[in-house]
C-alpha cells in the first residue's frame, strides 16, 4: 500500500533554531501534500496544504514566516519551524493524497515528528 | 465539509467485536465517511472509506445507513493492538483537506 515517510521521527535543539522536517511520498506521486500538529492528548490540527510546484496555503492563525513549507517535486514536501521556541514543541505529521484512478482515494500519514525545544 | 460526532471513549472486550458509530447529519451527497485510527505516539493510519453502500477490507467493515446521517465501523474480533483513537471524517471528492475531531478512544481489555 501506499506509504509515507517523514524524516526524522524525533529532533530536539535549542530555541532559536530552525528545524527542517521531510515528508517523502515512496511509492506515489503527491500533488498535495498536508501539515498537521499535534499538542498532548489534542486531537490533530491541520496547519497548511502544500501543493507540488505552488504556495503552501495555511489555515487561518498558522504564521506562514514561521513555518516555512516548502513542495519542490512530486515525492517530497518540507516543513522548516524557523526560529523554534519552546512553544513550538509539538508532534508534527504529515500526510500525502494518492491521486489513484479516482478522487476520493485516501490520505495517507507519516509517523510524524516529536519536535522538543530546549 | 460535514461535521461528526463520535462518543469520546468506549470499551471491548478482546475477541468480541467493536462498534464504534459516528453521526454526519450534515453530510452532502457527494461526501465521502472516512475513518482513521491512531495508535499512541504514531501517525493516523487510513481504515476504511465509503459513499453510501456499506464496505469491507481486511480490517473492518463500515456500514452506512440507508439516510447516511451515521455510520458504524466494526472491527470483527478485536485485539489489544486495536487499542486507539478512532476518527470518523467526512470529505468531499478531490484532494481536499482531512478535518479532525476529538475522534473516539477504544480500549481493549483482555
Known amino acids: 500500500g501506499a506509504v509515507v515517510s517523514q524524516h526524522p521521527s524525533w529532533v530536539i535543539c535549542k530555541s532559536g533554531t530552525s528545524v527542517k522536517i521531510e515528508c517523502r511520498s515512496l511509492?506515489?506521486?503527491?500533488?498535495?501534500m498536508f501539515w498537521y500538529r499535534q499538542f498532548p492528548k489534542q486531537s490533530l490540527m491541520l496547519m497548511a496544504t502544500?501543493?507540488?510546484?505552488?504556495?503552501?496555503?495555511?489555515e487561518q492563525g498558522v504564521e506562514k514566516d514561521k513555518f516555512l513549507i516548502n513542495h519542490a517535486s512530486l515525492t517530497l514536501s518540507t516543513l522548516t519551524v524557523t526560529s523554534a521556541h519552546p512553544e513550538d514543541s509539538s508532534f508534527y505529521i504529515c500526510?500525502?493524497?494518492?491521486?489513484?484512478?479516482?478522487?476520493?482515494?485516501?490520505?495517507?500519514f507519516g509517523d510524524g515528528t516529536r519536535l522538543s525545544i530546549l | 465539509d460535514a461535521k461528526t460526532t463520535q462518543p469520546p471513549s468506549m470499551d471491548c472486550a478482546e475477541g468480541r467485536a467493536a462498534n464504534l458509530p459516528c453521526n454526519h447529519s450534515?453530510?452532502?451527497?457527494?461526501?465521502?465517511v472516512y475513518w482513521y485510527r491512531q495508535i499512541h505516539s504514531q501517525g493516523p493510519q487510513y481504515i476504511i472509506h465509503?459513499?453510501?453502500n456499506n464496505e469491507t477490507n481486511e480490517m473492518a467493515s463500515l456500514i452506512i445507513t440507508e439516510d447516511r446521517k451515521s455510520s458504524t465501523l466494526i472491527l470483527p474480533h478485536a485485539t489489544l493492538r486495536d487499542t486507539a483513537v478512532y476518527y470518523c471524517?467526512?470529505?468531499?471528492?478531490?484532494?481536499?483537506?482531512?478535518?479532525f475531531g476529538t475522534g473516539t478512544r477504544l480500549l481493549v481489555s483482555p
Open positions: 511509492d506515489f506521486q503527491a500533488t498535495t
Open positions: 471524517i467526512v470529505r468531499g471528492q478531490g484532494f481536499q483537506k482531512l478535518v
Open positions: 502544500s501543493n507540488e510546484g505552488s504556495k503552501a496555503t495555511y
Open positions: 450534515t453530510i452532502s451527497g457527494n461526501e465521502y
Open positions: 465509503g459513499l453510501k
Open positions: 500526510s500525502a493524497h494518492d491521486p489513484g484512478p479516482r478522487g476520493n482515494q485516501p490520505q495517507h
